[in-house]
């Protein structure tokens, strides 16, 4: 490594990321590999091309070493592998974005994690439920319906809304197992404002409430069947006219983890 110069590892990775950009053809290839190894007559019919138009695209990559033959069937190699899931992350945070550009435009997003920033294409095909003119909680009440059938219950909570202890008490009444993470200024307007109500939440069996001392700029639920996220808007506003709504499987499992890390950073409340 010593023997070349920081110019050179630039083009060679700069020639890597051409490569594989510039040619449609050697994307899909990457990515059908991805998925199993493949015939030549297999890829021509997965692609729609003709041999003629694969093979040289095939010897390229075999020059790159991202694929080679093994038993008629063309194969990623390991770096062939990584590169192909990078593209995929990739082509998935592309739709994540280009569904409402708008509004990730408008929101703060660098208040979500880094790490899971970068896994944000694991919202899948995620719903953004608006208020209209004529249903201003159109939001919250699409969030309380599907809050109402959940079997448990994870959520972080930056903001006071009206109403959160008592509709936290309904759930706690089905004997929903339910997980709250506030941050440090919403536990303590609860204590001045909401003592009592408070005291009753922390005396069901079925739940538990916590308080995390690092900032927290973002709101979110996650349940065995959707994950709701609200986030701010970039003047520091909070948005509650939107939130972002999925039933992927993935991104119950993207909320599952996010809770997971606040909850590693937030310790049990006693009043």
Not at 59 to 66: A, G, I, N, T
Not at 107 to 120: A, M, Q
Not at 222 to 245: A, C, K
Request: charged fraction near 30%.
């Amino acid at each position: 490594m010593s023997n070349i110069s920081l110019l050179e590892i630039n083009k060679q990775t700069w020639d890597l990321f051409e490569f594989m950009v510039l040619s449609e053809k050697r994307r899909n290839l990457l990515l059908l590999l991805l998925d199993s190894p493949k015939t030549l007559s297999e890829i021509r019919e997965a692609l729609l091309v003709t041999s003629s138009g694969i093979i040289p695209q095939i010897r390229k990559m075999e020059d790159y070493k991202l694929i080679y033959q093994k038993e008629r069937k063309h194969v990623l190699t390991e770096m062939g592998k990584v590169l192909a899931e990078y593209l995929q992350n990739f082509q998935k945070i592309q739709l994540i974005f280009g569904k409402d550009i708008k509004f990730w435009n408008e929101h703060n997003i660098s208040v979500i994690p880094h790490d899971f920033r970068l896994k944000l294409h694991e919202l899948g095909n995620y719903e953004i439920i608006k208020s209209t003119p004529t249903d201003l909680f159109r939001p919250n009440n699409e969030y309380m319906k599907n809050l109402l059938k959940a079997r448990w219950i994870k959520g972080v909570s930056s903001v006071l809304q009206e109403n959160f202890l008592e509709n936290i008490g309904v759930i706690a009444d089905k004997n929903v197992c339910n997980s709250i993470i506030f941050k440090k200024e919403i536990l303590e307007n609860l204590k001045e404002t909401q003592k009592e109500n408070l005291k009753k939440y922390l005396n069901y069996k079925n739940t538990s409430i916590m308080v995390c001392d690092e900032k927290i700029e973002i709101d979110f639920t996650v349940t065995d069947f959707f994950l709701s996220i609200r986030l701010f808007l970039e003047d520091g506003t909070y948005d509650f006219h939107q939130n972002i709504l999925s039933f992927d499987e993935s991104a119950i499992i993207w909320g599952k983890e996010l809770f997971s890390y606040y909850e590693e950073r937030s310790r049990n409340v006693r009043i």
